[in-house]
């Protein structure tokens, strides 16, 4: 690990200041559990670590049905799991809390940090991503507001401008008669990376047996996460069955070209996708039934 | 008064170790260490022209150097001293200057920091000259495959015969046989704790290594030897021991630390030397359990009898012999199993390959055999319709049985009670049906069991020493126990105070444990072959007995010093394989329920049944800790441990790509059901627990998900890919 120097700003104000001013390579650090392994196996040049765990905006977690929930983007897993409105309207973001890394790391990672580290098999990216989740983003020129399924450009890579910053993760207050659900496949399990997850958000209509809307986000299948608008598509304005859900899952299946690696194969991928995306589907299709 | 063994006593290192008192290797400090980093080659097999330390030498903070012409004696090895201390030119043993794995060691830096000595490592310069890589052992066999030893002829370290009865003419009466090929994996041993050590140079003048490993006389034998010195010469002294499982049988840092400290002392540095491997160096550069290819072909009678077993294997020993040799044997036994066999004939190698060196792991060439042996029973009773407990009663050895190597099983042979019980236990055959299963999950049941060795085999030298001190006036108020087994972290060291306390008849909190240091004591031979328990009981009561024949006359303290020795154990012949293979065995069964997502290929372990006659448990938790740690190292073997290792370079030495299992992945339930058959030969009748229930489980798990899924597997770990592959081929286009 090289050596840099560390800075534990308390507001973002500060935070932003502190990136403008340094010239070399700056990396915010929240949870640091992606971060302080990629510090020590890498040989990259870093100047400066801001950690942003001491903001107090970016560790709260805030819930009212006008704005919906706004995740701060530094709070971490287990913070975001004990939350009594994100446990009462949001269960695909409880389900990926409780498989992040193991129970140590869901007391330090977060959901923000998981969203900047941007890998294709970000269990919370493909959560929020279901849940039509934006970003909030602060930088030196303000604030901007990007579609979490546009934030994620490349394997590592996110769509933050140098000197901006993520603040906070808002997603919108559940529909009536909706239900979500993430769902990840993974050898081992917890201490585990996707091999394949799919996350899905159902809006039912009042009768409980018409897909009104659909939010299908694909993970570790592409260079990002990625939202499958044609399997959504396919499911809206159909009633719900088991045949619809084995459609929409090989459409899943062959809208993807996933690549093989040391995790798993890309056939692998493929087959996994349909199971996951069928059995995705089923559950949250049940808790919107529940739900209403 | 009340015994002091079959009693849980709490473990004597227990408090020590929870509240962090306890120092292992790395926790060793001291304010003027110096610390020390390894380069590594980093190729598997390349000729080393010149090494250049003019760079690194100038880096700041660099206190010292070493390479390949610093070694007095550059060889070493537990069996064969095959390996070069440090690989490059210039030292006096000829093929010293090629690197035959990754993990060989090149030169060693001595600096203020270990940032330093990473800095003055990475400036290194070597001139190398790549040599063809053999990664396949069946390529390495062939007699115009390049050599890895110019000294040597041929790749093959070792073959083992055996040829019993007529296996040619009992095909034609044979019902049904039963061809498969297997293969097992590598393991990595994944103890807790990396390689690491401190070494100065004691009051006394000797060369002091602190080190974590199995066998502290044979680590001072092999540091002397490579130094040129006497074993009087350097002490070898365990701290805490974080795990070994056979991982530390051969050497790692041991030499390395006492060669760093001795030419410090020789310039007339007298600063301590400390070094800790990263995970990835111990991943890279400790051996591993071998990868077997074992070819086995089987035929039984209508009845079930097998009347003939012939099995060809290959071990890949990797770069250098460590204890291929000795694991060979074992697996060369197990290949037959537990069973009496009329006409067997197995031909078993270890050959050399490019690959990391292959050695002792629990088990010790068991697992893979007993994984062909236990596979093909299983198969052979399936296309017989015999039940697979049935089917063992119709084959497996009892008292008086002459085996394979035309010798008699030790008396106490008890692997019908084991069977049985475990059977009864479990309700075998399991003919219930379970109907709350969602339609993607298969259930199955599975049964395996074996035999393991207490003790080295094969004529391998087998001794263990104790020495005892009475003290006290009228009564015997303090004992002393001397005594160089290594505690591990498998409890070693409490039974050896239980089993002292009761032979000398005093409470146990009398009893003081001078352990673990080679100045000390006396050979006590290695915590390996599930022995120490056998052998240190044996060696403790014959010390006990003197001392007390000497407190009768009145010495103070009294002493007794005692050399056990147990019965010669003999080699196989090299023709015919007859041989006295084992002092005496312990024997296990067990039975497996798993789960199969048909759709993902996830394979979960609901409930585990081991039996195991350990002779006598002198501390039943400890044996019960043993058999559940056992099934669970073994269930990360079966299922999960997948070491990918491409043209020689290993591409998962990180435990985020070398799955081990977490809490959540072992069996959700192991029920350890403990015999107590005594052993003629044990002390108090014990014979061992260590690694037979690590034996049966992966073929027990493999019967399980045939039950399930209809599928045999004969290659593992059953990742879920290769479960899926093998239930639903249409995933794959195939």
């Known amino acids: 690990m090289k050596t840099f120097d560390y800075e534990a700003p308390v507001t973002i104000d500060q935070t932003i200041t502190l990136m403008s001013k340094t010239r070399g390579k700056t990396l915010l650090l929240a949870g640091g559990t992606d971060l302080l392994v990629q510090l020590r196996y890498s040989n990259q040049d870093v100047d400066l670590v801001i950690d942003v765990k001491g903001i107090p905006e970016l560790n709260q977690i805030n819930y009212d049905e006008f704005s919906g929930l706004v995740i701060g983007a530094a709070a971490p897993c287990s913070q975001i799991y004990e939350s009594a409105p994100v446990l009462e309207n949001f269960p695909a973001i409880i389900d990926a809390a409780t498989i992040i890394g193991g129970k140590a790391i869901q007391n330090r990672a977060s959901f923000g940090g998981n969203l900047c580290n941007a890998s294709p098999s970000g269990d919370a990216i493909g959560a929020m991503m279901s849940l039509g989740a934006i970003c909030n983003v602060v930088g030196s020129e303000g604030v901007r507001n990007i579609p979490i399924e546009d934030f994620c450009i490349a394997p590592g890579k996110n769509a933050l401008e140098k000197g901006e910053m993520l603040i906070s993760i808002q997603i919108p207050s559940p529909r009536p008669n909706s239900g979500s659900h993430y769902l990840r496949f993974t ?106 | 008064m009340t015994s002091k063994i079959g009693v849980d006593v709490s473990r004597i290192d227990a408090l020590d170790k929870v509240t962090g008192k306890a120092l292992f290797p790395a926790d060793l400090m001291s304010s003027d260490m110096l610390h020390m980093k390894i380069l590594f080659a980093g190729r598997p097999h390349a000729r080393v022209r010149s090494i250049d330390v003019g760079k690194a030498e100038s880096c700041p903070g660099v206190i010292a150097i070493l390479t390949a012409s610093d070694v007095p004696v550059n060889e070493y090895g537990l069996i064969n001293c095959d390996q070069p201390v440090l690989v490059g030119p210039g030292s006096n043993k000829k093929g010293a200057d090629t690197a035959r794995f990754v993990g060989d060691q090149i030169a060693l830096v001595v600096a203020e920091t270990e940032e330093a000595a990473i800095k003055a490592r990475d400036d290194i310069l070597v001139d190398w000259v790549d040599l063809p890589v053999i990664t396949d052992p069946y390529e390495a066999m062939k007699p115009d495959a390049p050599m890895l030893f110019e000294s040597r002829d041929s790749n093959i370290i070792k073959h083992n015969k055996i040829r019993a009865g007529d296996v040619e003419g009992a095909w034609k009466n044979c019902e049904v046989i039963v061809e498969s090929i297997y293969h097992t994996p590598w393991q990595e ?63 790692s840092v041991q030499i390395v630390l006492a060669l760093a400290s001795w030419h410090l002392h020789e310039r007339g540095i007298s600063r301590p030397v400390k070094i800790v491997w990263s995970r990835e160096e111990s991943i890279l550069g400790h051996h591993k359990r071998h990868p077997y290819n074992i070819h086995a072909k089987w035929g039984a009678a209508s009845d079930g009898s097998i009347l003939a077993a012939e099995v060809k294997m290959v071990a890949d020993a990797g770069a250098y012999e460590y204890t291929s040799a000795k694991v060979l044997g074992n697996a060369t036994l197990q290949s037959t199993g537990p069973y009496d066999i009329p006409n067997v004939s197995v031909d078993a190698y270890a050959v050399y390959t490019n690959n990391v060196p292959s050695g002792a792991f629990r088990g010790f060439g068991g697992p893979q055999g007993a994984f062909a042996a236990e596979s093909q029973v299983n198969k052979l009773a399936d296309k017989l319709g015999i039940d ?21 099983y030790p008396e106490g042979v008890t692997i019908r009670q084991v069977v049985e019980e475990c059977a009864d236990r479990s309700n075998w055959p399991i003919t219930q049906v379970d109907n709350s299963l969602p339609s993607n999950i298969r259930k199955g049941y599975g049964f395996a069991c074996a035999l393991k060795n207490v003790g080295f085999s094969f004529g391998f030298p087998e001794e263990c020493w104790a020495k005892v001190e009475l003290h006290g006036g009228s009564e ?31 409470p146990i909190e009398c009893i003081q444990l001078e352990a673990a240091d080679s100045a000390l004591t006396k050979n006590s031979g290695s915590a390996s072959a599930s022995r120490l328990t056998f052998m240190a009981g044996n060696s403790i009561r014959g010390a006990v007995d003197l001392a007390l024949e000497n407190w009768q006359s009145e010495e103070r303290p009294a002493i007794g010093e005692y050399k056990f020795v147990p019965r010669q154990t003999t080699a196989l012949d090299t023709e015919t394989g007859e041989c006295d293979p084992n002092i005496t065995y312990g024997y296990v069964a067990q039975r497996v329920i798993v789960e199969v997502d048909i759709e993902t290929g996830h394979i979960r372990v609901v409930d585990v049944m081991s039996v195991d006659d350990v002779g006598r448990a002198i501390n039943p938790i400890q044996v019960a800790g043993q058999i559940e740690g056992a099934v669970v190292q073994a269930h990360g073997y079966t299922l999960l441990e997948n070491l990918v290792s491409r043209d020689g370079y290993i591409e998962t030495a990180q435990f985020s790509n070398y799955l081990i299992p977490t809490s959540l992945d072992v069996p959700e339930r192991v029920e350890a059901v403990i015999l107590e058959y005594s052993d003629p030969q044990g002390p ?8 037979m229930p690590f034996l049966p489980y992966a073929p027990a798990l493999i019967a399980a998900v045939h039950d399930a899924t209809g599928i045999w597997f004969d290659e593992f770990p059953l990742i879920p890919e290769r479960v899926l592959r093998g239930i639903d081929h249409s995933v794959y286009g195939e």
């Not at chain 1, 459409?251 to 996933?258: F, H, L, V």
């Not at chain 2, 100065?200 to 974590?212: L, P």
């Open chain 1, 187 to 292: 050898p081992r399990a917890e201490m585990d990376i996707a091999v394949a997850g799919v996350g899905a958000s159902i809006e039912l209509d009042s009768d409980l047996n018409k897909i009104l809307s659909a939010r299908i986000a694909l993970v570790a299948v592409a260079p990002t996460p990625v939202l499958a608008t044609e399997v959504s598509e396919s499911l809206v304005g159909q009633k719900t069955s088991g045949s619809l859900l084995e459609k929409a899952a090989n459409i899943a299946k062959e809208t993807i070209s996933p690549i093989t690696d040391v995790r798993g194969s890309a056939s692998q991928r493929k087959h996994l996708i349909g199971v996951l995306t069928r059995r995705c589907l089923d559950i949250a299709v049940k808790r919107a039934v529940q739900v209403s």
């Open chain 2, 189 to 251: 041993h994944a103890y807790l704790q990396p390689e690491a050590g401190i070494s100065y140079i004691d009051s006394d003048g000797r060369i002091t290594v602190e080190v974590a490993g199995q066998w502290v006389h044979e680590e001072q034998k092999q540091i002397a030897h490579a130094l040129g010195l006497t074993v009087d010469q350097v002490r070898v002294i365990h701290p805490a021991i974080g795990g070994a499982f056979g991982g530390r049988e051969d050497v």
């Open chain 2, 388 to 408: 697979v407990v049935e089917m063992r009663r119709r084959n497996l050895i009892s008292d008086g049985s002459i085996g394979q190597f035309k010798s008699v």
């Open chain 2, 476 to 506: 015997i108020e303090r004992v002393v126990l001397h005594h160089a087994g290594a505690e591990c972290g498998q409890g070693a060291h409490t039974v050896f105070v239980q089993m002292t306390a009761e032979a000398c008849g005093v």
């Open chain 2, 684 to 691: 108090w009748g014990l014979r061992g627990v260590a690694e």
